[in-house]
């Protein structure tokens, strides 16, 4: 299975910073890479698809990039509704399997 | 409005079984693959299971594999899980997903608002 390792596991931001989020696979995924943000007590919703696409409805500061082993998810300037659990997700191989999730808080 | 909601949550006792549903609206159902996530109280996601929108492609996960069986019915805009010999560690919060891709698992979008599972003596 691809082992997909988020770092940092938590952490903590003031309303306007800018937030950055990495997913390293354990081999090369191409750009098989999609980001879900959870709110608390709520379902996940696709943020990024294909490592960088933003899906549709999805506030422009929000934004993923990479290829191979290391992707990166970016917060351009956070905002107090952007408290939650964000994961990657690979589809390249079999089984799909996500990273284990940071946990965003506002400082 | 795409929207997909879950049924069948329930407490069921070890080596029981439990058949979850979950209904999709908004959407030409059959045209979309389909998929079941699960997340254990306090944990991450883990993908259970694909099925192709005329269920000829079905995956899954080896934790489930001959454990879980993956349906759906186009003609009433359904999918199902039907899970057997249910452990304590298939307790979870179980959701079912739209796959935006055709013939392979990729992206899911949206997703139910989930249903309890607890599997417990």
């Known amino acids: 299975d691809i082992q997909m390792t988020q770092s940092p596991s938590s952490l903590s931001a003031s309303v306007g910073d800018r937030v950055t989020i990495t997913c390293q696979a354990s081999?090369?995924?191409?750009?098989?890479l999609n980001w879900y943000q959870q709110k608390p007590g709520k379902a996940p919703n696709l943020l990024i698809y294909e490592a960088s696409n933003l899906q549709t409805g999805v506030p422009s500061r929000f934004s993923g990039s990479g290829s191979g082993t290391d992707f990166t998810f970016t917060i351009s300037s956070l905002q107090p509704e952007d408290i939650a659990t964000y994961y990657c997700q690979q589809y390249d191989n079999l089984p799909i399997t996500f990273g284990q999730g940071t946990r965003l808080e506002i400082k | 409005e795409v929207q997909l909601v879950e049924s069948g949550e329930g407490l069921v006792q070890p080596g029981g079984s439990l058949r979850l549903s979950c209904a999709a609206s908004g959407f030409s159902f059959s045209v979309y693959s389909m998929n079941w996530v699960r997340q254990a109280p306090g944990k991450g996601l883990e993908w259970l299971s694909y099925?192709?929108?005329?269920?000829?492609?079905?995956f899954y996960a080896d934790s489930v594999k001959g454990r879980f069986t993956i349906s759906r019915d186009n003609a009433k805009n359904s999918l199902f899980l039907q899970m057997n010999s249910l452990r304590a560690e298939d307790t979870a919060m179980y959701y079912c997903?739209?796959?935006?891709?055709?013939?392979?698992?990729?992206?899911?979008?949206?997703w139910g608002q989930g249903t309890l599972v607890t599997v417990s003596s």
């Open positions: 081999q090369d995924i191409s750009n098989y």
């Open positions: 997903a739209r796959d935006l891709s055709s013939g392979y698992p990729n992206w899911f979008d949206p």
């Open positions: 099925i192709s929108g005329r269920s000829t492609t079905i």
